[in-house]
């Protein structure tokens, strides 16, 4: 079975968005595990602290990795797929053998460089910005949807 592990940094202090992950994480279940996990987020008083505070976030990310898992990394200048081409980029790798997945969320500062660079995929949702927090809700919709589309359900119709 297919296993996700999002790791975003901070919590999402919005139930409705709670309730909306919560919602896709169990149509998810019939299709793939959904591991939820979160990194402290860093106070940021001013931008002369950004690159420490991303450091810290980027220890506190890399501690949750795990080795053998393949690492997508959201970001704004990442590749765009539609649904069909991201559900099609994990048949691929399944197919490959690859069935253990960590996807990376950045806090508001996003992330450090050195975590786009370690990622195996570097994914952008969309030119538009959305808040970390939202970001999390649309990946777990996203990822159901993908699964739906693999399976031919109607969902995605």
């Known amino acids: ?12 202090k919005d139930a409705w968005i709670e309730s909306g992950f919560s919602h896709y994480s169990n149509l ?6 959904l591991e939820d996990i979160y990194v402290k987020a860093e106070k940021v008083y ?12 980027q ?9 053998e898992n393949l ?4 970001d704004a200048a990442g590749k765009q797929f539609s649904s069909e081409k991201l559900a099609e980029y994990f048949n691929e790798k399944c197919v490959q053998g690859q069935s253990r997945f960590d ?3 950045g806090s508001a500062l996003g992330l ?15 030119k538009l910005t959305f808040p970390h927090e939202l ?9 159901y949807r993908a699964m739906s589309i693999l399976q031919g359900s109607k969902y995605h119709k």
């Open 46 to 57: 001013d931008e002369a602290r950004r690159e420490q505070v991303l450091a810290r976030e």
């Open 103 to 105: 996807l990376v969320i």
């Open 28 to 33: 998810l279940a019939k299709y793939a595990n």
């Open 112 to 126: 450090s460089d050195e975590i786009k660079k370690r990622g195996d995929l570097l994914l952008s949702l969309s």
């Open 1 to 12: 079975m297919i296993h996700f592990r999002i790791i975003s940094v901070g919590k999402a």
């Open 135 to 143: 970001t999390r809700l649309i990946m777990a919709e996203q990822l």
């Open 71 to 74: 690492l997508i990394v959201l």
């Open 59 to 67: 220890e506190n990310i890399t501690s949750r990795l795990e080795k």
